[in-house]
């Protein structure tokens, strides 16, 4: 299993952007559904973005953050990113990303846009994302 690690977060204003990274230290992520999640102060965690790295165009994107944020990746860093435009207050969440093997999800007879939160077995230890107003 991958073990994952977030970076990028930090304190941004009202409109900005920020590129926030995971990083891979083990198997290749494109055999992987990974996922983009967020927690906000106070409330579950929620899905930002599921996708498989080698198919981005396949890239589902949850809620409010659709034409605000994109996935991109790196294969020869074996990394992926979230690329936040248009940041809002409500933004402020700590990011997780989180990774399922895709033979996991087809066992479960699941695609990776239907993976659910508790499908993801590999989780990173997040990076807090605060956008003041």
């Known amino acids: 299993q991958p073990r994952l690690a977030e970076s990028g977060g930090g304190s941004v204003q009202a409109g900005g952007s920020l590129k926030l990274s995971c990083a891979s230290f083990?198997?290749?992520?494109?055999?992987?559904?990974m996922g983009w999640f967020r927690q906000a102060p106070g409330k579950e965690r929620e899905a930002v973005a599921t996708f498989y790295p080698g198919g981005l165009e396949r890239t589902s994107y949850h809620g409010s953050v659709k034409g605000r944020f994109t996935v991109s990746q790196d294969n020869t860093k074996n990394t992926v990113y979230l690329q936040m435009s248009s940041l809002e207050p409500e933004d402020t969440a700590m990011y997780y990303c989180?990774?399922?093997?895709?033979?996991?999800?087809?066992?479960?007879?699941?695609?990776?846009?239907?993976?659910?939160?508790?499908?993801?077995?590999?989780w990173g230890q997040g990076t807090q994302v605060t956008v003041s107003s």
């Open positions: 083990g198997l290749s992520l494109s055999i992987f559904c």
């Open positions: 989180a990774a399922v093997l895709g033979q996991v999800l087809r066992g479960r007879r699941r695609t990776c846009d239907e993976a659910k939160e508790a499908d993801f077995g590999d």
